[in-house]
């Protein structure tokens, strides 16, 4: 696609579940970064990828949280027992030299 | 580490004025990417504007345009003729320089908490 797709678009879920979220990043772009953006507030960094290397996992609030990228392709983001101070938006980007773009986000909201 | 400071949480002017929007931020990098990103209630950031620190001409988007003083390490984002549809969050962001195409990590990109700017018919 032309953009960077993620899905679900929203996502409702009770708490205790567990929820994973997936991103599409435009094809050829080798970073790929997943942020937390609770609302009214600004975006806070989960993880990052970059090709093949290790991942940037610093911002992971806790090991319930976990991100996988095979490659240069789909990541996706789960989020293991969800807790109610989970609801947020999700939102991935993805970059390649010094171009950086947005997916619309998966809103989770944990009842 | 990089820091990008936005400090004025919210701003508000009337349709057709002109308004600014200040960030700072602080590296010890030479050269290196700004951008300013849109974040309407629809969520989707939206790129606005982007600077490379190499060079001195301000970008211009159409209405949008910076003043990019390097030395200062500031980055003002002026809207020309504010329509209704500006009024959004507004996020100022650093890039460190690509490395073999890295955008650098949690290090790497940093964002400003964002400005909500409200647009009054």
């Known amino acids: 696609g032309a953009g960077v797709s993620q899905s679900p678009s929203n996502k409702v879920t009770e708490k205790g579940k567990d929820v994973e979220l997936r991103c599409d990043p435009i094809?050829?772009?080798?970073?790929l970064y997943w942020y937390r953006q609770r609302l009214g507030q600004g975006l806070e960094f989960l993880i990052y990828f970059q090709g093949n290397s290790a991942p940037d996992k610093s911002g992971l609030p806790s090991d319930r949280f976990s991100a996988e990228r095979t490659g240069e392709s789909v990541s996706t983001l789960t989020i293991q027992r969800t807790q109610q101070e989970d609801s947020a938006v999700y939102l991935c980007?993805?970059?390649?030299?010094?171009?950086?773009?947005f997916g619309s986000g998966t809103q989770l909201s944990v009842l | 580490a990089q820091t990008v400071t936005q400090s004025q949480p919210e701003m508000s002017v009337q349709e057709a004025e002109t308004v600014t929007l200040s960030c700072t931020y602080d590296?010890?990098?030479?050269?290196?990417?700004l951008f300013w990103y849109k974040q309407p209630p629809s969520r989707q950031m939206i790129l606005v504007i982007r600077?490379?620190?190499?060079?001195?001409q301000n970008a211009t988007e159409n209405r949008f345009s910076v003043n990019f003083q390097k030395a200062a390490k500031s980055f003002s984002l002026k809207i020309s003729d504010s329509q209704l549809g500006d009024t959004a969050m507004y996020f100022c962001?650093?890039?460190?320089?690509?490395?073999?195409?890295?955008?650098?990590?949690?290090?790497?990109?940093?964002f400003g908490k964002g400005t909500h700017l409200i647009i009054q018919p």
């Open positions: 094809s050829g772009h080798t970073a």
């Open positions: 590296t010890s990098e030479s050269n290196y990417y």
């Open positions: 600077q490379e620190a190499y060079k001195q």
């Open positions: 980007a993805s970059s390649v030299g010094g171009a950086l773009f």
């Open positions: 962001a650093f890039m460190k320089p690509p490395i073999f195409y890295s955008g650098g990590g949690a290090d790497g990109l940093t």
